[in-house]
């Protein structure tokens, strides 16, 4: 058989295209094997193969683009293209339609969107059409559930263009539709929406007709013709969210904090307000110490197993001792009646639970075919995992350096470990009764939100836990001396340690990033959509040394240092003393310690020449410092004045201007973050400023832009194509100017959150000034509410209802509902394709429903590293069901808006 493949692609001086597949005839997916087309006219390229069809039947291939190198090679964008070679042709024609890398729809065809919201519920396939000779194909997944793509045309075979004949276009293969046809002539034709409810056309293609070439010299080939896009008549598709995480759900069943069944709840409360995605924060398993620390979702100790305190008792089962199980449900209500989650309660009564049903149920358990099948897939990371959680209580730390033995992973010794021949099985077994019904009611709600039709977005991340099973067992995959972090910023004046390890990308690269792939694999069986905490961590992560505890003492990682010669080309004459050491004089510690000066010179510094000091030795590092006072604080009165000579010492260490690479030689040095707040820059003459001030421009806006986009560009694509899931970045704080170019590029969406303008000339952004590949909301997690927000500071609120809302007159001292609403309907109406609110913004357009105590709603403080994370929702899933006021009144806000998800 001969196919002939064909594409109109208008390339650039020096480009040609080629076509790569699976097959040999195609070269293998290897770019230096793939097929060269020959150009024929007007943007118009073919090439021929033959195919020997007894031994393939199938055709899996894709176009590119080369400019005369390896180094230059554009892919077209999606998964390969599929075709089933027709058995009775001798001659087959491909003519298709370059798919665009950069095309706002191309979101659409995610796991989120033809997965799911598109879903065909029950895909036909159209009756075999006798002698056909030619395919129209139109690859378009927005589409209504009970609706389908038609076709009409010139001729008989499509109707004449009279609409009650029109072709039904079958979705057997969807996103693709499909018509066979028996035709002699050329036509013209246009693709339509047929309702199966109402049974008639109700919307025809915009633009002119299409054109089909049928050619003289066409007997016996068969003509497959793929177009890419239906030219819709409306807008673009809108959909509208609710962000809440677990922990903080209620339901009547739930044992004091929200459980994974609580979801579907809240996916039955999303259907009734119209909304389409449930957005949630991390859920993996952070039980690293036993206490309240572990609330904080973003330190799991496996990126791959489920947190234990998610689980709903009764869904498991009974326990057989009927006293025993009504205790655990009366403890159970009673925590569940407190305004805040006592985490340590709550796994003090869940961790007895499991292990008493583990015993009762371990036989049938563990000869469960569902079970055995859960094992085998997940094994490579289960076993580390329960070994891990067995060790830590082991050892009363999760902090393996302290295992003896165990302290560096032998994957044999582990294996013989958690072996079912050992007599300590069941201490590991019960993590795998644990995890595997985790599973089970994490499947549960995931395939409930499918059947509801509503996305559920998931949270990656960016670092991983110190002390988890990821760094046990692949510590070469991480920067263990440093920590991950951000630079300070409004919210946090001093920068953010997360203490996370930074990632060792050169080592993940050597096996095409692994561990990520099988990372995202696992979370797309729970998740259509996922959001990737700090996306400016794949451009540059802010990396903090070990002995450093304050962000203010990180730089960014990569980044290119500014070297001694160039310091010196720019006037600034080198004095490593000066500029890279702690500038410490008399008139500093009077401001900084007041009374304690006297102390401070005695216990912690050295007299320098003049009025100058340097610091002890045992106090030249933030982290010395934090260690001397950590237990001396835990037992002090005065703890108020001991953190004043801490916080004031880490001032003085972080006194410098320069900050040496440690890579360089000596030679390379990054200017520290916020250097003018230094009192060492204070004392500089204006010369030595200005220099330095042009240096700094120049190092952290101007001079990493170009690296950073290359670095994204080997590290994002690798990552966002181990799914199809929907991608959306959380691109917020010092955002580099590379990063929507390359977020464009890859076809991610952004994060815009209104008192957060990437345009630092704003003081706040319009959502109506929103692309359409991003997300707009008015808060997230990591700040206080609309409420809460608008009660901080009175002047910031003036000039916001002023020139944002548009009012004459004072504002309101408080948050009256009437404003929360015009705030939500700014984000409701705004070009992005998703509106996402936290669940206590919406509630705060409604005067009975809405907490009395605004700042009780906040449920992250980034400046306190230590922060509880015990937030919960005040309401009860059932009562925010039975709110009929509310939920009608935010289904019509949603859709008026035009975000209600009809196609």
């Known amino acids: 058989m001969k196919v002939k493949f064909k594409i109109n ?32 006219y007007d943007g118009n390229w073919e090439v021929e193969i033959d195919v020997d069809t007894k031994k393939i ?40 339609a370059w798919r665009p890398e950069r095309d706002i729809e191309n979101a659409l065809f995610s796991q989120a969107f033809a997965g799911n919201l598109f879903k065909r519920q029950q895909p036909k396939a159209n009756k075999a059409i006798k002698n056909a000779n030619c395919r129209l194909q139109l690859i378009a997944p927005r589409i209504g559930k009970h609706q389908s793509f038609c076709i009409l045309g010139s001729i008989s075979a499509l109707g004449s263009w009279d609409p009650a004949k029109a072709v039904i276009m079958e979705d057997i293969n969807f996103p693709e539709w499909s018509t066979d046809l028996c035709i002699e002539e050329s036509f013209e034709y246009k693709y339509a929406i047929y309702d199966h409810e109402k049974k008639k056309l109700v919307e025809w293609e915009l633009g002119e007709n299409r054109y089909f070439n049928w050619e003289v010299d066409r007997n016996n080939q068969f003509v497959i013709k793929t177009d890419l896009k239906f030219r819709y008549p409306f807008g673009l598709w809108k959909g509208a969210g609710v962000a809440i995480p677990v922990f903080a759900l209620k339901s009547k069943n739930s044992y004091g904090i929200g459980e994974f069944l609580d979801i579907k709840l809240l996916i039955d409360w999303a259907v009734k307000a119209d909304m389409k995605i449930v957005q949630i924060l991390p859920i993996n398993d952070t039980v690293a110490t036993h206490s309240w620390t572990d609330s904080y979702p973003y330190a799991a100790i496996s990126v791959f197993a489920l947190h234990p305190i998610y689980l709903n008792l009764s869904a498991i089962g009974t326990l057989k ?29 869940k961790s007895p639970f499991y292990k008493k049903m583990y015993d009762q149920q371990k036989k049938e358990f563990l000869n469960d075919d569902g079970f055995k099948t859960f094992f085998e897939e997940n094994k490579e990371w289960l076993i580390p995992y329960a ?51 985790l599973h089970l009611q994490m499947q549960e709600v995931a395939d409930y939100a499918r059947e509801k039709g509503v996305v559920l977005k998931g949270d990656i991340p960016i670092g991983i836990y110190r002390n988890s099973v990821d760094a046990w067992i692949e510590p070469n995959l991480y920067n263990m001396d440093k920590q991950a972090g951000a630079p300070p910023d409004a919210y946090a004046i001093s920068g953010q340690n997360w203490g996370f390890p930074t990632y060792n990308w050169e080592e993940m690269a050597k096996d095409g990033y692994s561990w990520w792939r099988r990372r995202l694999s696992k979370m797309a069986a729970y998740f259509d959509a996922y959001r990737i905490d700090h996306i400016l961590g794949f451009f540059r992560i802010w990396e903090i040394p070990w002995d450093s505890v304050e962000g203010l003492m990180g730089r960014f990682n990569p980044a290119i240092p500014m070297f001694k010669y160039e310091l010196d080309g720019n006037g600034l004459h080198f004095d490593y003393d000066r500029y890279c050491k702690p500038y410490i004089r008399e008139y500093m510690l009077d401001e900084l310690f007041g009374e304690a000066k006297g102390e401070v010179k005695n216990t912690y510094l050295n007299k320098g020449v003049d009025d100058f000091y340097y610091l002890k030795d045992a106090f030249d590092t933030q982290r010395k410092v934090e260690e001397y006072f950590l237990p001396k604080l835990v037992k002090s009165k005065d703890k108020e004045g001991l953190l004043k000579i801490k916080n004031g010492l880490f001032t003085l260490i972080g006194n410098v201007l320069l900050l040496e690479d440690e890579h360089s030689n000596g030679q390379g040095f990054h200017p520290k973050i916020a250097l003018h707040y230094t009192y060492s820059y204070k004392e500089l003459d204006d010369a030595s400023k ?39 970045g959380e691109d917020l704080g010092m955002v580099p100017d590379c990063v929507p170019g390359v977020m464009d590029e890859l076809g991610l969406l952004n994060l815009e959150i209104q008192r957060m303008p990437k345009n630092s000339k704003n003081e706040f952004s319009q959502p109506s000034d929103s692309k359409y590949l991003s997300v707009v909301s008015p808060s997230c997690h990591d700040m206080s509410t609309i409420r809460g927000w608008w009660e901080e500071d009175s002047e910031l609120t003036q000039r916001f209802y002023t020139s944002i809302l548009g009012h004459f007159g004072n504002a309101p001292t408080s948050c009256e509902p009437w404003v929360s609403k015009e705030m939500i309907m700014q984000h409701l109406h705004a070009p992005a394709m998703w509106a996402i609110f936290p669940i206590q913004d919406l509630v705060g357009m409604d005067e009975k429903l809405r907490l009395a105590n605004s700042k009780a709603e906040q449920i992250n403080v980034p400046s306190n590293p230590k922060h509880y994370w015990r937030f919960r929702f005040h309401l009860t899933m059932e009562e925010l069901l039975k709110a009929n006021d509310f939920n009608s009144m935010l289904n019509e806000l949603v859709t008026l808006s035009g975000r209600d998800g009809v196609v």
């Open 57 to 96: 039947t199938q055709l899996n291939y894709k176009y590119l683009i080369k400019n005369g190198s390896e180094d230059h090679i554009q892919w077209e964008w999606g998964e390969l293209r599929k075709v089933t070679l027709p058995k009775k042709s001798s001659i087959v024609v491909l003519e298709d």
């Open 387 to 437: 070994a891990f959680s067995r060790l830590r209580d082991q050892f009363g730390t999760p902090d393996f350096t302290q295992w003896g033995e165990h302290a560096h992973y032998h994957k044999a010794k582990i294996e013989s470990l958690a072996s079912p021949k050992n007599k300590d099985y069941d201490d590991y077994a019960v993590h795998y009764f644990i995890q595997y019904h």
């Open 9 to 40: 692609y208008h390339t650039a001086w020096g480009q040609n295209v080629y076509i790569s597949g699976l097959s040999e005839y195609l070269g293998k997916i290897n770019t230096t094997e793939a097929l060269p087309m020959h150009h024929t």
């Open 690 to 728: 200005k220099v330095l001030d042009k240096i700094y421009i120049h190092y952290y806006y101007q001079r990493q832009e170009q690296f950073w986009r290359e670095k994204a560009l080997v590290k994002l694509p690798a990552i966002i194509n181990a799914t199809n899931m929907l991608v959306c």
């Open 321 to 349: 001792d009927k006293n025993e199980m009504d205790v655990f449900q009366k403890k159970g209500k009673e925590l569940n009646a407190l305004a805040q989650i006592d985490y340590e309660e709550v796994m003090k009564l």
